[in-house]
């Protein structure tokens, strides 16, 4: 497995690989992996004859208050779990590499990207949509790998992909989810032994709208406020629980196949997402 560090290396590795005739698949992350993570590289590996994995804690996308400082970092643990799965290569650049001194060209992906995490959380997309552009020029990858459990990144990468007209598939991949069906995250790490079993009203409030769902309730304010209940009930602070569409993340009145039902709320100091696509 090869590290590379400067953006001009891995574009004369990617560009090396394309050339022999390598189908790149590029897995973004931020480190600190988790089975979420290599299920994309799994996945990735199964289409792909190459498999490229960045590792970049971006600045870009934390606010102020946020905790870049604080985000976990545990690169030599990601490197080794990243070679037993067989990935060919490793981007871990700085942020001086990425962002030179300088630098003020931004990807902004408007309206789409001021709705739900983009609306509690500003400039967090477009911090998003410009490290994966620079990423995706980088690489020039056939397809990228993304969790499911962003769906609205995904949605916002998806309109820039279109937009721009990148030469690439984004590939959205299901939340993995521990045995409690808490969704993995790299921020689970920050929760104690109470706040994690406190979480679990998360997964708890998408499960009583899925079920009300399947069994025929459709309007999207009943859901919405039955998922809220839920978590009010166990007095976690919610950011957003809502449900929309799934490329343009505006309210829907009537949930149908395919809608998007998401939720972000506090539980402590950690802010958790996490949703489901309705059947």
């Known amino acids: 497995m090869r ?4 953006a001009q290396e891995m574009q004369w590795v990617c560009r090396e690989l394309r050339g022999g005739g390598a189908v790149l698949g590029l ?18 590996r199964g289409e792909c004859s190459v498999v490229a994995v960045s590792i970049f804690v971006n600045p870009l996308q934390f606010g102020p208050h946020e905790d870049f400082a604080q985000y976990p970092r545990t690169f030599k ?33 408007a309206e789409v990207g001021d709705r ?9 997309f477009a911090g998003v949509a410009t490290v994966v552009a620079k990423l995706l020029h980088i690489v020039g990858p056939a397809r990228a790998y993304f969790g499911q459990k962003d769906a609205a990144q995904l949605a916002v990468l998806r309109r820039m992909v279109r937009d721009l007209n990148f030469d690439v598939k984004l590939v959205g991949c299901a939340i993995v989810r521990d045995a409690d069906g808490l969704a993995l995250s790299s921020r689970n790490r920050y929760l104690s032994a109470e ?9 708890c409030s998408l499960a009583v709208v899925e079920k009300m769902i399947d069994e025929g309730t459709r309007d999207a304010d009943v859901l919405v406020c039955a ?51 309705a059947r």
């Open 195 to 203: 706040e994690r079993a406190l979480a679990l009203a998360i997964r």
């Open 77 to 109: 643990e990601d490197c080794r779990a990243l070679e037993r799965e067989g990935v060919g290569v490793v981007f871990a650049p700085e942020a001086e590499e990425m962002y030179p001194a300088g630098a003020v060209t931004t990807v902004s992906v």
């Open 3 to 6: 590290i590379v560090t400067s």
């Open 27 to 44: 897995v973004p992350t931020m480190g600190a992996l988790h089975e979420g993570h290599l299920s994309l590289v799994r996945r990735a």
């Open 227 to 277: 998922g809220r209940r839920v978590l009010d009930a166990e007095g976690l602070r919610v950011d957003y629980f809502a449900a929309v569409d799934a490329d343009t993340l505006l309210p829907v009145q009537t949930v149908t196949p395919g809608t998007l039902v998401a939720v972000a709320a506090w539980v402590g100091a950690t802010r958790l997402i996490d949703n489901f696509l």
């Open 116 to 124: 739900l995490d983009g609306a509690s959380r500003p400039g967090h």
